[in-house]
């Protein structure tokens, strides 16, 4: 079986690449990397190693194994922190999903879950005969919006923040990080890949809430901030298909890629979605000024007091995620030919489907 | 200027440079991790001038006058005799060594180097421990302990987090003598030991892994023991270790021949127990309310010592920073007596001897009379 081939940049299909070719996909039990396997698959792909650190959800890839018997779905156990399941990891591959990373709230935690893990990947990956790319999966936390205006559209050529004593946001030190040791593993090494930045991605399968972007949930009531502007979600699935795209498009190596979905729900309709799918819950609107001055206040209070209160809220973090911006996903259709395949009406509707469902049981 | 640094740039070692950076005679010269990406992330946040990946580069570059051990214990005796070579005096953190015998030798190499070291038991400087120390120390109890209880537990509870160190058997955590334990129960054993008369007091040990972790495969792993430890004046003390156990209790009691207290590390508070009572029914009505008094007082207390910014997090490693860097500057006592130290990392040998010689099943009883 052959693999879909790609249109690239300029128009062209590029050259299929062979359905048997090894492909290494890394988190691959997560939430978003156990779909793209599936994706993998549904294109015809017949040679996927899973690596997970745990055998836990084993089961999920049992499942696509027994619906595509023809498929070769090898398990491959181990932590990205050892080198030696990093060489049994890579050996051989052609193309590499890299999807694990740290979750974690300590800085360290997230630099060696994220950071250390994929250079040890990609030291086992450098001066391979075999690897045609390295799809990076990073994060959309990244970005620095502090110089952009309320409203203004964010997308791949914003700066991403360097300020990270004042943003004190781990996940998000963790993942530039991950990017800078893919970059230079490019630039040193030859390693040829592409940076994908997924939004909020939801859908079934995903637990806890999605309203992170919408307000904070601290204090015991929700601080609705963002109010008429889009959150940037990215549906599971259409995520995923932009993931699978990264990794078989021609020309696009070294490039960056956002990835949200059309039509994006503004933060009040989506808060609005959520009371009604799942339950009514006390929130308060609070105007983005109010939100900024609260959080320059802790901030303030967090330097005077030499961190009794951590800056957890600072106005860098506040604007990251409550400014209100507009996203764009023009460069991942333009050179990916991606578009989403879930509408995002739909994508709602399963999400809380989902999540009524898991509730109930 | 005291020249600190720091060797091991995991997640202790945010720990270490937050409370280093508070005490103003002294500054966080250089770091060094074997691994450049860590090191370099714990430099370029604080930020710290030098970050190093060779221990001898960094000791001959940075010549600290003190260095702080983050790193994983099984290190900390090769690493801590080299920092001790180089003159620096050494802050290792818990648990010391791998045994009473690294302990040991780590302590007499300090003696014969002119250096001091102390290692990172900040439990035994959290407010409420200060407290309590300066009310033993005043009679408050009664002398000697008669019994302590001492509850040092560990939330297991997240099943992601469980099967992550399950999976994973390389994880230092899991390669110590002890296991997962060995690396939590120094704060709560300590607590005991700075009470423990006797180099060698009976220690029986009862451990056995979790139904909760049984029920995610492992065999192997004790997350729950039970330990008695007694002495020959009569002092004895219970020590617990759960994973399970909910409220998940990190909390110290002591009792005299006169009075008791109970601290409580999580909520900060301590409570007198009086070993008088109320006449008669007045002991079921009053009691109640003085205790509650007493409850209410420690909240007031913590709501004063936070708006004068006396109430961080890690209060008790920046004392014990304190107390240590005072020790070395103007030859004050160390602030854990060695003796503590070996003690606290004796009684742990004798708990993991029994534990891993009977899996799950209470052994004889062991120590003196073994």
């Given at each position: 079986?052959?693999?879909?081939?790609?249109?690239?940049?300029?128009?062209?299909?590029?050259?299929?690449?062979p359905?048997?070719?090894?492909?290494?996909?890394?988190?691959?039990?997560?939430?978003?990397?156990?779909?793209?396997?599936?994706?993998?698959?549904?294109?015809?792909?017949?040679?996927?190693?899973?690596?997970?650190?745990?055998?836990?959800?084993?089961?999920?890839?049992?499942?696509?194994?027994?619906?595509?018997?023809?498929?070769?779905?090898?398990?491959?156990?181990?932590?990205?922190?050892l080198?030696?399941?990093?060489?049994?990891?890579a050996?051989?591959?052609?193309?590499?999903?890299?999807?694990?990373?740290?979750?974690?709230?300590?800085?360290?935690?997230?630099?060696?879950?994220?950071?250390?893990?994929?250079r040890?990947?990609?030291?086992?990956?450098?001066?391979?005969?075999?690897?045609?790319?390295?799809?990076?999966?990073?994060?959309?936390?990244?970005?620095?919006?502090?110089?952009?205006?309320?409203?203004?559209?964010?997308?791949?050529?914003?700066?991403v923040?360097?300020?990270?004593?004042?943003?004190?946001?781990?996940?998000?030190?963790?993942?530039?990080?991950?990017?800078?040791?893919?970059?230079?593993?490019?630039?040193?090494h030859?390693?040829?890949y592409?940076?994908?930045?997924?939004?909020?991605?939801?859908?079934?399968?995903?637990?806890?809430?999605?309203?992170?972007?919408?307000?904070?949930?601290?204090?015991?009531?929700?601080?609705?901030?963002?109010?008429?502007?889009?959150?940037?979600?990215?549906?599971?699935?259409?995520?995923?298909?932009?993931?699978?795209?990264?990794?078989?498009?021609?020309?696009?190596d070294?490039?960056?890629?956002?990835?949200?979905?059309d039509?994006l729900?503004?933060?009040?309709?989506?808060?609005?979605?959520?009371?009604?799918?799942?339950?009514?819950?006390?929130?308060?609107?609070?105007?983005?000024?109010?939100?900024?001055?609260?959080?320059?206040?802790?901030?303030?209070?967090?330097?005077?007091?030499?961190?009794?209160?951590?800056?957890?809220?600072?106005?860098?973090?506040?604007?990251?995620?409550?400014?209100?911006?507009?996203?764009?996903?023009?460069?991942?259709?333009?050179?990916?030919?991606?578009?989403?395949?879930?509408?995002?009406?739909?994508?709602?509707?399963?999400?809380?489907?989902?999540?009524?469902t898991?509730?109930?049981? | 200027?005291?020249?600190?640094?720091?060797?091991?740039?995991?997640?202790?070692?945010?720990?270490?440079?937050?409370?280093?950076?508070?005490?103003?005679?002294?500054?966080?010269?250089?770091?060094?991790?074997?691994?450049?990406?860590?090191?370099?992330?714990?430099a370029?946040?604080?930020?710290?001038?030098?970050?190093?990946?060779?221990?001898?580069?960094?000791?001959?570059?940075?010549?600290?006058?003190?260095?702080?051990?983050?790193?994983?214990?099984?290190?900390?005796?090769?690493?801590?005799?080299?920092?001790?070579?180089?003159?620096?005096?050494?802050?290792?953190?818990?648990?010391?060594?791998?045994?009473?015998?690294?302990?040991?030798?780590?302590?007499?190499?300090?003696?014969?180097?002119?250096?001091?070291?102390?290692?990172?038991?900040?439990?035994?400087?959290?407010?409420?421990?200060?407290?309590?120390?300066?009310?033993?120390?005043?009679?408050?109890?009664?002398t000697?302990?008669?019994?302590?209880?001492?509850?040092?537990?560990?939330?297991?509870s997240?099943?992601t987090?469980?099967?992550?160190?399950?999976?994973d058997?390389?994880?230092?955590?899991?390669?110590l003598p002890?296991?997962?334990?060995?690396?939590?129960?120094?704060?709560?054993?300590?607590?005991?030991?700075?009470?423990?008369?006797?180099?060698?007091?009976?220690?029986?040990?009862?451990?056995?892994?979790?139904?909760f972790?049984?029920?995610?495969?492992?065999?192997?792993?004790?997350?729950?023991?039970?330990?008695?430890?007694?002495?020959?004046?009569?002092?004895?003390?219970?020590?617990?270790?759960?994973?399970?156990?909910?409220?998940s209790?990190?909390?110290?009691?002591?009792?005299?021949?006169?009075?008791?207290?109970t601290?409580?590390?999580?909520?900060?508070?301590?409570?007198?127990?009086p070993?008088?009572?109320?006449?008669?029914?007045?002991?079921?009505?009053?009691?109640?309310?003085?205790?509650?008094?007493?409850?209410?007082?420690?909240?007031?207390?913590?709501?004063?010592?936070?708006?004068?910014?006396?109430?961080?997090?890690?209060?008790?490693?920046?004392?014990?920073?304190r107390?240590?860097?005072?020790?070395?500057?103007?030859g004050?006592?160390?602030?854990?007596?060695?003796?503590?130290i070996?003690?606290?990392?004796h009684?742990?040998?004798?708990?993991?001897?029994?534990?891993?010689?009977a899996?799950?099943?209470?052994?004889?009883?062991?120590?003196?009379?073994?």
């Amino acid at each position: 079986m052959i693999a879909a081939g790609m249109q690239s940049q300029d128009g062209h299909m590029s050259e299929p690449l062979p359905a048997a070719s090894p492909i290494l996909v890394t988190g691959s039990k997560g939430f978003v990397g156990s779909v793209v396997v599936r994706e993998l698959l549904q294109r015809g792909f017949t040679n996927i190693r899973c690596f997970a650190r745990t055998p836990a959800g084993n089961d999920k890839l049992a499942e696509l194994g027994r619906k595509f018997p023809a498929a070769r779905l090898d398990v491959v156990h181990g932590n990205l922190l050892l080198p030696d399941d990093c060489r049994r990891a890579a050996d051989g591959a052609v193309l590499v999903y890299h999807l694990a990373a740290g979750t974690g709230k300590s800085f360290p935690g997230c630099v060696l879950d994220s950071a250390v893990a994929t250079r040890n990947l990609l030291d086992a990956l450098a001066g391979s005969q075999t690897l045609k790319r390295f799809v990076n999966v990073g994060s959309f936390s990244v970005y620095s919006n502090a110089t952009l205006r309320r409203g203004a559209v964010l997308d791949e050529s914003c700066p991403v923040e360097r300020a990270y004593t004042a943003r004190f946001d781990a996940y998000a030190y963790g993942k530039t990080k991950q990017d800078d040791v893919v970059a230079e593993y490019g630039a040193k090494h030859g390693v040829p890949y592409t940076i994908l930045r997924p939004g909020v991605v939801f859908g079934p399968g995903r637990g806890g809430s999605i309203l992170g972007r919408c307000g904070i949930d601290t204090f015991g009531f929700f601080m609705h901030v963002t109010g008429r502007f889009p959150i940037p979600l990215t549906y599971v699935d259409n995520c995923a298909q932009a993931i699978v795209l990264a990794g078989l498009a021609e020309g696009i190596d070294r490039e960056v890629f956002n990835i949200v979905d059309d039509d994006l729900p503004s933060s009040s309709r989506l808060l609005r979605l959520t009371k009604r799918n799942l339950g009514r819950f006390f929130s308060v609107r609070v105007p983005y000024p109010a939100c900024l001055a609260f959080s320059c206040a802790w901030e303030k209070y967090a330097a005077w007091s030499g961190n009794q209160l951590p800056p957890l809220f600072n106005r860098r973090m506040c604007a990251a995620y409550h400014k209100g911006n507009r996203y764009s996903n023009e460069k991942l259709k333009r050179l990916l030919g991606w578009s989403p395949a879930v509408p995002m009406d739909e994508a709602l509707r399963r999400y809380f489907e989902y999540r009524r469902t898991a509730a109930a049981s | 200027m005291l020249k600190v640094g720091i060797v091991g740039c995991g997640k202790i070692a945010d720990a270490h440079a937050e409370q280093i950076r508070r005490i103003p005679r002294c500054e966080l010269s250089g770091v060094c991790d074997r691994d450049p990406l860590m090191a370099e992330q714990l430099a370029e946040r604080f930020p710290v001038k030098a970050w190093h990946t060779d221990l001898d580069q960094f000791l001959e570059t940075v010549r600290p006058d003190v260095v702080h051990i983050t790193t994983p214990p099984q290190s900390h005796l090769p690493l801590g005799l080299k920092c001790l070579a180089a003159g620096a005096h050494i802050l290792v953190e818990k648990p010391f060594t791998i045994d009473a015998g690294e302990a040991r030798a780590l302590i007499d190499a300090a003696d014969r180097a002119g250096r001091k070291v102390t290692v990172g038991h900040d439990g035994q400087f959290s407010p409420v421990a200060r407290r309590m120390r300066e009310m033993v120390r005043r009679g408050y109890i009664g002398t000697p302990p008669v019994h302590m209880e001492s509850y040092w537990c560990y939330d297991l509870s997240d099943p992601t987090y469980a099967r992550a160190l399950l999976a994973d058997k390389h994880h230092w955590a899991r390669q110590l003598p002890g296991g997962l334990p060995h690396n939590i129960i120094n704060h709560g054993v300590s607590k005991v030991a700075e009470f423990i008369e006797s180099d060698d007091p009976d220690v029986v040990a009862y451990g056995f892994v979790s139904p909760f972790l049984r029920g995610l495969g492992s065999t192997d792993m004790v997350d729950e023991l039970r330990v008695i430890i007694a002495e020959e004046r009569g002092t004895t003390a219970y020590f617990t270790f759960s994973t399970q156990m909910r409220p998940s209790l990190h909390q110290f009691s002591i009792y005299g021949n006169r009075n008791g207290i109970t601290i409580d590390e999580d909520r900060r508070t301590l409570i007198r127990l009086p070993g008088t009572g109320f006449k008669s029914y007045a002991e079921h009505f009053l009691r109640p309310l003085t205790i509650a008094g007493q409850y209410a007082r420690n909240s007031a207390r913590n709501v004063k010592l936070f708006l004068k910014n006396e109430f961080h997090m890690d209060d008790g490693k920046y004392r014990l920073f304190r107390a240590f860097y005072d020790s070395i500057e103007h030859g004050t006592p160390v602030p854990i007596p060695y003796r503590e130290i070996v003690l606290t990392t004796h009684i742990m040998d004798r708990i993991f001897a029994q534990v891993s010689a009977a899996p799950g099943r209470a052994p004889a009883p062991s120590g003196a009379t073994a």
